[in-house]
């Protein structure tokens, strides 16, 4: 029942700015344990940063650590990863995901939005 939709990405040139944003419906995400990831071309897809209950705790992969901030509204059921910095290895699709285990056994997907990065 729970669709995630992701939104924001876009072409930028290297150094640029971009907000992603994730927006659940159909059911509150509430405390579930909400993250990041992102695939590139013929490459696996990777943790980019996740969220806790609350937005207490954050998590950054190290290629996004002092660039990239994931944070949540509860009350829009929205999550966001704010990516500053960008540079051209930061091209990728980017998925939004609810952890599995909290309101369904499986992880939850959004369709992805591209983000691309001109050098």
């Known amino acids: 029942q729970v669709q995630l939709v992701e939104s924001g990405g876009g072409l930028v040139q290297a150094g640029g700015s971009l907000r992603l944003s994730c927006a659940a419906s159909?059911?509150?995400?509430?405390?579930?344990?909400m993250g990041w990831f992102r695939q590139a071309p013929g490459k696996e897809r990777e943790f980019v940063a996740s969220i806790r209950c609350n937005g207490a705790s954050t998590y950054h992969a190290d290629s996004a650590k002092g660039r990239f901030t994931i944070s949540r509204d509860n009350a829009k059921n929205t999550v966001h990863l704010q990516m500053s910095s960008l540079k051209p290895e930061d091209t990728a699709v980017y998925y939004c995901n609810l952890e599995g285990g909290c309101l369904s056994e499986y992880d939850v997907w959004g369709q992805g939005t591209q983000v691309t990065v001109s050098s």
């Open positions: 159909g059911r509150t995400f509430s405390c579930c344990p």
